[in-house]
């Protein structure tokens, strides 16, 4: 058995999380491979929004298994306040869970270093959503963090401590105010409650289902160009957003990836700081952002809307090595007379068609112009009858990328989906 991925080609918020919703009845088991609370999974059914920062999208099916891996940070905190909104809406959770003890933990002191780090960066700041991602990553890879399987040793408060201090005397270097005391209480309630969990190998535990033939759907967080190798650094994440990071992130071996499911809204956002070559800070930028409902799933702030960014596109396909698209949001440009998308960049006097080192020194963006649908699509039933605009614009993309777009999301609800 192979394991396909669902992960995001853009900025993040593509709407994974609705995407690994719509998939998981085709799956036995659900799993997230990297990032922690900074993002933020919306999904929707029965009219009812959830959004999920830890727990993987598969979770409000009734036969599957959720698995979170080595490669996700998690914050007790946040984690806890989550497992109670599911646990209220009546599942089982601590049933469908699985957590790696290999997963690092995001102490109230991470959050701390990550606010005095944005606050003393000031105008170069990355906009982080200050859930102390960049901090937990930098001790896991300085190799001093502490993992999900240390809350089972009888030393854990000690380590806690040793860590913590650590963290004391780092923030000697900014002028920053701040009580961890007041975040501990919480913090060590989140892991009592993490306690009770299944914590296990579960690089162990999912190719045990993949050898039994159980079908493994991995689920990634951000989006390509928030990957800390291949994203606009520095304004990315701290983990790695793309296919190769579900293998580290799960402990699978890279023979056994299956289909790519590469997600991407039918124009772009980015919420935070760092270069947008194809941004729109005009009427059409706001109409995006008012008719897409673009405001942050876990911070609330407004995103940055633009139109689809064909040359950041064909790089995340091509880092991902993605043989599906998934395209979503197509049901909030319907009102537009023209749609643009991009297809090259004005760089030092000159039109790429590759991302440059430094995105912040694309002068212009060069568009192509399609023509809008302008048609009511958030209910149409079957590919057949989408507008013949809205199938040329998936020609185009298809064409342009040699990847099929094999399902069209038209509305958030679990129900507005077509496949092709
Ligand atoms: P994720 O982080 O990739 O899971 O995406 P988010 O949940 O942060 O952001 C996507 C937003 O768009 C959420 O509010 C979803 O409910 C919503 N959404 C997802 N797919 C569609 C769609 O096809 N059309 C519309 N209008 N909204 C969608
Ligand atoms: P999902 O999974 C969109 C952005 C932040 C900031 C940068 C670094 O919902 O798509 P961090 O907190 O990771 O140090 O922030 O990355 N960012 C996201 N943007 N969606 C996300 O997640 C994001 N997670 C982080 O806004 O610019
Ligand atoms: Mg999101």
Same mark, same amino acid.
């Given at each position: 058995?192979?394991?396909d991925?669902v992960?995001?080609?853009?900025?993040?918020?593509?709407?994974?999380?609705?995407?690994v919703?719509v998939?998981t009845?085709?799956?036995?088991?659900?799993a997230r491979f990297?990032?922690?609370?900074?993002a933020g999974?919306?999904l929707?059914f029965?009219?009812?929004?959830?959004v999920?920062?830890?727990?993987?999208?598969?979770?409000?099916?009734?036969?599957?298994?959720?698995?979170i891996?080595?490669?996700?940070?998690?914050?007790?905190?946040?984690?806890?306040?989550?497992?109670?909104?599911?646990?209220?809406?009546?599942?089982?959770?601590?049933?469908?869970?699985?957590?790696?003890?290999?997963?690092?933990?995001?102490l109230p002191?991470?959050r701390i270093?990550?606010?005095?780090?944005?606050?003393a960066?000031?105008?170069?700041k990355?906009g982080?959503?200050?859930?102390?991602?960049?901090?937990?990553?930098?001790?896991?890879?300085?190799?001093?963090?502490?993992?999900?399987?240390?809350?089972?040793l009888?030393?854990?408060?000690?380590?806690?401590?040793?860590?913590?201090?650590?963290?004391?005397?780092? =923030?000697?270097?900014?002028?920053y105010?701040?009580n961890i005391?007041?975040?501990?209480e919480?913090?060590?309630?989140?892991i009592?409650?993490m306690?009770?969990?299944?914590?296990?190998?579960?690089?162990y535990?999912?190719n045990?289902?993949?050898?039994?033939?159980?079908?493994v759907?991995a689920e990634?967080?951000?989006g390509?160009?928030?990957?800390i190798?291949?994203?606009?650094?520095?304004f990315?994440?701290?983990?790695?957003?793309?296919?190769?990071?579900?293998?580290?992130?799960?402990?699978?071996a890279?023979g056994?990836?299956?289909?790519?499911?590469g997600v991407f809204?039918?124009?772009?956002t980015r919420?935070?700081?760092?270069?947008?070559?194809?941004e729109?800070?005009?009427?059409?930028?706001?109409?995006?952002?008012?008719?897409?409902?673009?405001?942050?799933a876990?911070?609330g702030r407004?995103?940055?809307?633009?139109?689809?960014?064909?040359?950041a596109l064909?790089?995340?396909?091509l880092?991902?090595?993605?043989?599906?698209?998934?395209?979503?949001?197509?049901?909030?440009?319907s009102?537009?007379?023209?749609?643009?998308?991009?297809?090259?960049?004005?760089?030092n006097?000159k039109?790429i068609?590759?991302?440059?080192?430094?995105?912040g020194?694309?002068?212009?963006?060069?568009?192509?112009?399609?023509?809008?649908?302008k048609?009511?699509?958030?209910?149409?039933?079957?590919?057949?009858?989408m507008?013949a605009?809205?199938?040329?614009?998936?020609?185009?993309?298809?064409?342009?990328?040699?990847?099929?777009?094999?399902?069209?999301?038209?509305?958030p609800?679990?129900?507005?989906? =077509?496949?092709?």
């Amino acid at each position: 058995m192979k394991v396909d991925v669902v992960l995001g080609l853009q900025w993040g918020d593509e709407g994974k999380g609705k995407i690994v919703d719509v998939l998981t009845p085709q799956y036995d088991v659900v799993a997230r491979f990297q990032g922690g609370p900074n993002a933020g999974h919306s999904l929707e059914f029965n009219r009812i929004k959830h959004v999920l920062h830890s727990i993987p999208s598969g979770i409000f099916h009734d036969n599957q298994v959720n698995v979170i891996g080595n490669g996700v940070v998690i914050d007790p905190v946040i984690f806890k306040k989550e497992a109670d909104a599911i646990y209220s809406l009546g599942v089982d959770l601590k049933k469908k869970l699985l957590i790696s003890r290999k997963a690092h933990l995001i102490l109230p002191s991470h959050r701390i270093l990550d606010a005095a780090s944005e606050a003393a960066k000031g105008v170069t700041k990355i906009g982080s959503t200050l859930k102390g991602i960049g901090p937990t990553y930098m001790d896991k890879t300085g190799r001093n963090g502490l993992r999900v399987g240390d809350i089972l040793l009888p030393d854990f408060r000690e380590k806690y401590n040793h860590l913590t201090q650590k963290h004391r005397d780092l =923030l000697r270097i900014y002028d920053y105010s701040y009580n961890i005391e007041e975040h501990e209480e919480q913090w060590f309630a989140g892991i009592e409650e993490m306690r009770g969990y299944t914590i296990t190998d579960t690089e162990y535990e999912l190719n045990r289902f993949l050898q039994e033939g159980r079908k493994v759907l991995a689920e990634g967080a951000q989006g390509t160009m928030l990957d800390i190798d291949f994203g606009s650094y520095p304004f990315v994440t701290s983990s790695n957003t793309i296919s190769a990071g579900a293998c580290t992130g799960l402990g699978i071996a890279p023979g056994r990836l299956g289909e790519i499911f590469g997600v991407f809204k039918a124009y772009c956002t980015r919420v935070g700081a760092g270069p947008f070559p194809s941004e729109l800070k005009d009427e059409t930028g706001n109409f995006l952002r008012e008719k897409g409902h673009e405001y942050g799933a876990t911070t609330g702030r407004p995103r940055r809307c633009g139109w689809l960014d064909l040359v950041a596109l064909k790089y995340a396909i091509l880092i991902n090595g993605a043989t599906q698209l998934f395209m979503t949001k197509a049901d909030v440009l319907s009102d537009l007379d023209t749609i643009k998308v991009c297809i090259g960049y004005w760089y030092n006097g000159k039109l790429i068609e590759q991302l440059p080192y430094d995105l912040g020194e694309i002068t212009a963006p060069e568009y192509v112009s399609l023509k809008g649908w302008k048609k009511d699509i958030s209910s149409i039933d079957g590919a057949s009858a989408m507008p013949a605009e809205l199938k040329a614009y998936i020609r185009f993309i298809e064409e342009e990328t040699g990847v099929p777009v094999k399902l069209v999301s038209l509305g958030p609800d679990r129900t507005q989906i =077509l496949f092709r």
